[in-house]
């Protein structure tokens, strides 16, 4: 299964708005249809959003844009997620964005498997491995970050268990993971956010892997929930890891210095369509939150298991 695809000088991205009740492409024909599907969660996942985003770049050069200005249009995209910079520089940089936005999607495909390789040595077998949000397939071209280490210890034959956060308030731990693990036969219970501190409590979670939309200095950004996960992981003594490309590495900053993206009112106020708050209520929904390094066990990458900055 391909998120991403460029079939005829058009971009074609998995909906995952309506994932798990249909499996349907959107069609991005100009580098604003990308910067629509980045801004409305047609595409998400750190990894993905710089794939995407780099073919954005090649639609605006396709079709002789204003490259710098729509270059500019794609960052402003999704403030958060690094590798949406480092592919827009990388990309707009190059001879040939096309070709380059190619190489990045090839080089994607490479790395999560490599990321899978190398998480799949610390995972025992018959563990029971906890993860929140989505970091798997659908976060990347294919295969995945945090699911790619699951999905290769189970195809090493290593017998795992998996509880899936719901991850509120956009539900990717549910709609996402879920069915992507239920797709590779991998054992796998849904869980609210809320009941992942007591899971750990009662040592029936052996380890935790989160995918990353950033990681610098001091820690990893990544999906509103991580921390409160991470602050149970540590306090009864489970391993967490950070699975994610060196792409998503922000070397010059503090990750202190990261911009939280922040959304609309909307996400938390309804669910599956119907309101589950008081009209007028006020609403705070950040993105993401961070998760300080102390409290990080060792990151895997395609170059290996690192520890934490």
Known sequence: MKTIKWEKNHLLLIDQRKLPDKL??????NYKDVIFAIKNMVVRGAPAIGVAAAFAVALADLANEDLEKAAQEIRNSRPTAINLQWAVKRTLSSD?????????YREDMETTRAIGEH?????DDGDTILTHCNAGALACVDYGTALGVIRAAHNKGKRVKVFCNETRPLGQGARLSVWELQMENI???????SASGYLMQQGEIDKVIIGADRIAKGGVVNKIGSLMVALAAKRFKVPFYVAAPMS??????????????E??????????????????????NPA??????????????????????
């Open 263 to 284: 959304r609309g009112s909307d996400e938390v106020l309804y669910y599956g369509g119907c309101r589950i708050a008081p009209k007028d209520t006020e609403v705070f």
């Open 248 to 261: 998503t590495f922000d070397e010059e900053n503090s990750i202190y210095d990261t911009i939280i993206e």
């Open 96 to 104: 040939s964005p096309l070709e380059e936005a190619l190489r990045i």
């Open 288 to 309: 993401f939150d961070i998760v300080p390094s102390d409290l990080i066990t060792a990151i895997i990458t395609e170059d290996g298991i690192i520890d934490p900055l």
């Open 119 to 123: 998480g799949a040595a610390l995972i």
């Open 24 to 29: 349907e492409y959107f069609k991005c024909e």
């Open 187 to 193: 054992p796998v219970k849904l869980i609210v956010d």
